[in-house]
């Protein structure tokens, strides 16, 4: 991928800038229930896809009685643009020699050691 775009909702984002010419991603989901069963159909609703440029991780409303929790993890070329959209998604992003574009509403972002 010339470029990586991540949209989150309630996802926790983070990019590390590397000297790889390649991504390796990690993507973690946790959901809980009243009992396994309905935990289980929960976390199947925690999806991260793939289209072109663009990773976009999917998961249900917030809600006490299935409590659901998604990580995506990113190792990036640090030379390549990156855009992260998120909603309330933490997003923390280091390394980035390139051009940075990062929104997220009602959470908070971390931003170390990015230039352009």
């Known amino acids: 991928m010339p470029a990586l775009a991540i949209n989150g909702n309630q996802t926790t984002i983070s990019i590390i800038g590397t000297d790889a010419d390649m991504y390796n991603v990690r993507f973690c989901a946790q ?54 959209n998120g909603s309330y998604s933490y997003a923390e992003i280091f390394n980035i020699d390139a051009p940075l574009r990062v929104s997220t509403t009602h959470a908070r972002m971390k931003l170390l050691e990015v230039t352009e």
């Not at 159909?41 to 999806?47: V, Y």
């Not at 976009?56 to 190792?75: D, G, I």
């Open 31 to 84: 959901a809980g229930g009243r009992d396994e069963d309905n935990a289980r159909r929960s976390l199947e609703k925690i999806t991260l896809t793939r289209t072109s440029e663009l990773l976009k991780v999917t998961k249900p409303q917030h809600s006490r009685e299935r409590p659901t929790n998604a990580w995506l993890h990113v190792e990036a070329a640090r030379h390549r643009r990156v855009t992260v």
